[in-house]
């Protein structure tokens, strides 16, 4: 058996595709043969804008994939040999073993969940970091109750959430999430998008393309709001959000990164990496719910709605393109990648 990864050689370099060696698992590890790499956003900020500038180089990056158990830690026992799998990396996890952009890769036993073997690999795989996230910050760290898997009606719980962005990959989910869990939502989108969007449940839906004085009016008009979050969290989209938090007397916006965009005093910008509540003791039976129950239940009963996923070429090689395509938009679609291919 040998390895093979994608590796960033210094800040902003293309990708280079060289041998590595096979990892042994640690005693609460597990080694997975990875057979679908899937992209995420922050992934192309660091390759290619180097957002995050004390990468260790040499790095091997990539947070999400899935492919089959190869071998276990001596102290792992709820996974099995030849299991189907799909792993989320924890934000700024230190090592080049646990980077998804290579053949073999290294886990820890907590943020992963068995596939059903009538689901395809990459469907969970293109939205696990982002659905971790979701409970992560909703339930996680906010204390917003779930949605039911039996297919019930969920209670209504008279409380009101804005999605700026319902439809991006970590606002579709967020809006569906809510929805399901008996939240007001109103959300955001293109034109194009917009159907996609109101089959996910949202009450309202408006058009983020129109005149933005427009906008502004119509989401004060459908407010107040119990939480706002801006799933695209740019100057553009930050100058809509944080005038809505002012004209309902201030407090937080929830954004996707740090930034030093000046927003309307009284306006609180809050950023983590919103999976983190998840790895905290006291949410320990909301991670299990998420990896054993929400991801495999929510997939295979159809209560989550993925994106259109699309397979970019040429293997391991093939993810620098599919990291400049994140970057140029991707508008409605998440790109996953062979790295056997
Ligand atoms: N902090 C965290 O824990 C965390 C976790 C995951 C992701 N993130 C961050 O969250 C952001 C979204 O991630 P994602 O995976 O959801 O991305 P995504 O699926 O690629 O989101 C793209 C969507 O955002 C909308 N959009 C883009 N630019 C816009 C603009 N200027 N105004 C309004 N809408 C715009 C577009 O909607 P239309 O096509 O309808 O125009 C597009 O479809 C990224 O910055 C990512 O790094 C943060």
């Known amino acids: 058996m040998s390895n093979l990864a994608a590796i960033l050689p210094s800040p902003k370099a293309p990708l280079e595709v060289h041998p590595v060696p096979i990892y042994v698992p640690g005693p609460k590890e597990i080694l997975i043969k990875n057979t679908c790499i899937a992209l995420n956003a922050i992934e192309a900020k660091i390759a290619i804008h180097n957002v995050l500038p004390h990468t260790p180089y ?38 080049n073993q646990y980077g998804a952009f290579q053949r073999f890769v290294v886990c820890p036993d907590i943020m992963i969940s068995r596939v059903p073997d009538a689901v395809d690999l990459s469907v969970p795989a293109s939205l696990m970091m982002n659905l ?20 019930g009606v969920a209670e209504r719980r008279g409380k009101k959430v804005l999605v700026y962005g319902g439809s991006g990959s970590f606002g579709g989910l967020s809006v569906g999430y809510l929805s399901a869990a008996g939240y007001e939502v109103v959300t955001t989108s293109s034109p194009r998008n917009r159907a996609f969007v109101e089959g996910l449940g949202a009450e309202r839906v408006l058009d983020h393309t129109q005149d933005g004085e427009v906008l502004v009016k119509q989401l ?85 709605k993925p994106l259109p996923i699309e397979k970019v070429g040429g293997g391991l090689k093939g993810l620098n393109e599919g990291l400049r395509k994140m970057l140029d938009g991707g508008s409605g679609v998440r790109y996953v990648v062979d790295p056997w291919e």
């Open 58 to 95: 040499l790095a091997i990056l990539g947070s999400t994939y899935a492919g089959t158990i190869t071998a276990l830690g001596p102290s792992t026992t709820s996974f099995s040999i030849g299991d189907r799998v799909v792993v989320s990396k924890r934000f700024d996890v230190k090592g």
């Open 220 to 304: 004060v008009e459908r407010g107040p709001y119990d939480v706002v979050v801006d799933f695209v969290s740019v100057a553009s989209t930050l100058a809509v959000t944080g005038r809505v938090v002012e004209a309902q007397g201030g407090g937080i916006l929830f954004t996707m990164q740090p930034g030093r965009e000046e927003l309307p005093v009284g306006v609180e910008r809050v950023f983590e990496p919103y999976s983190e509540s998840l790895y905290e003791g006291r949410n320990r039976e909301l991670q299990r719910w998420v990896v054993e129950e929400y991801l495999p239940q929510g997939i295979a009963k159809g209560l989550i």
């Open 132 to 151: 971790t996230c979701v409970v992560g910050l909703f339930s996680g760290r906010l204390g917003l109750g779930r949605p039911r898997l039996d297919g």
